[in-house]
Nanobody, 123 residues
Framework: VQLQASGGGLVQAGGSLTLSCAAS????????VGWSRQPPGKEREFVAA????????YYAESVQGRFTISRDNAKNTVYLQMNDLKPEDTAVYYC?????????????????WGQGTQVTVSS
């Protein structure tokens, strides 16, 4: 099982990026999926999550109103649209599936973290 996050890069503050999460060995359409990030020198933190059908979405307070999570089950892909980026959004971003039925905001509910993608926001 692998989930590959991509689409990261260097962007100026106020700019936008769209991250993609593609899966192999796993039908993303069968799972809820989250986005998480690890800023340099800090612990990993929850960013957003989406239910398997796309009908439910959840956001960390720090990104609410700026980030949008979505999914295209036909393409087996989950997206994270990031607008109005800030330097504090600089981090490696991951997209693990949610394997357990507990709190959406708790990272222990997610597994198979896969390889992340670096997002760097300059001031």
């Amino acid at each position: 099982v692998q989930l590959q996050a991509s689409g990261g890069g260097l962007v100026q503050a106020g700019g936008s990026l769209t991250l993609s999460c593609a899966a192999s060995g796993l039908m993303v359409s069968s799972y809820s999926v989250g986005w998480s990030r690890q800023p340099p020198g800090k612990e990993r933190e929850f960013v957003a999550a989406i239910g398997w059908s796309g009908g439910s979405t959840y956001y960390a307070e720090s990104v609410q109103g700026r980030f949008t999570i979505s999914r295209d089950n036909a393409k087996n892909t989950v997206y994270l649209q990031m607008n109005d980026l800030k330097p504090e959004d600089t981090a490696v971003y991951y997209c693990p599936p949610k394997f357990y039925s507990g709190n959406w905001f708790r990272l222990s509910e997610y597994a198979y973290w896969g390889q992340g993608t670096q997002v760097t926001v300059s001031s």
